[in-house]
């Protein structure tokens, strides 16, 4: 079975680093789109950072210059390296693939859309 399995979260100072990671795990034939999402107490759930396969990336204006997005085919994995961290960066961090291509035994399938669990960020000032 195909799932998405977030690492890396953890309580860090302001000013600090982290890098959380997010394997795909299975079969995995291809994967097209793969971002970061977050999602704050009370907030709606927003976008953190794309990237695809040819490796384009984007980013929300507010970690811009402090946050970098990376992936590893070869590994199923991609990566979030978080720089320069702030109070505000304080949120739950999501996973989501979109295009993913896997075999289940002798059958290929295609989703279109993917979410990890989850991993929490805190960041203390």
């Known amino acids: 079975q195909v799932q998405l399995v977030e690492s890396g979260g953890n309580l860090v100072q302001a000013g600090g680093s982290l890098k959380l990671s997010c394997l795909a795990s299975g079969h995995i034939v291809s994967i097209d789109t793969m971002a970061w999402y977050r999602q704050a107490p009370g907030n709606q759930r927003e976008m953190v950072a794309t990237?695809?396969?040819?490796?384009?990336?984007t980013y929300a204006a507010s970690v811009k210059g402090r946050f970098t997005i990376s992936r590893d085919d070869a590994k199923n994995t991609m990566y979030l390296q978080m720089n320069a961290l702030k109070p505000e960066d304080t949120a739950v961090y999501y996973c989501?693939?979109?295009?993913?291509?896997?075999?289940?035994?002798?059958?290929?399938?295609?989703?279109?859309?993917?979410w990890g669990q989850g991993t929490q960020v805190t960041v203390s000032s």
């Open positions: 990237i695809e396969k040819n490796g384009e990336t």
């Open positions: 989501k693939v979109e295009r993913i291509g896997y075999y289940e035994g002798r059958d290929e399938f295609l989703q279109l859309s993917m």
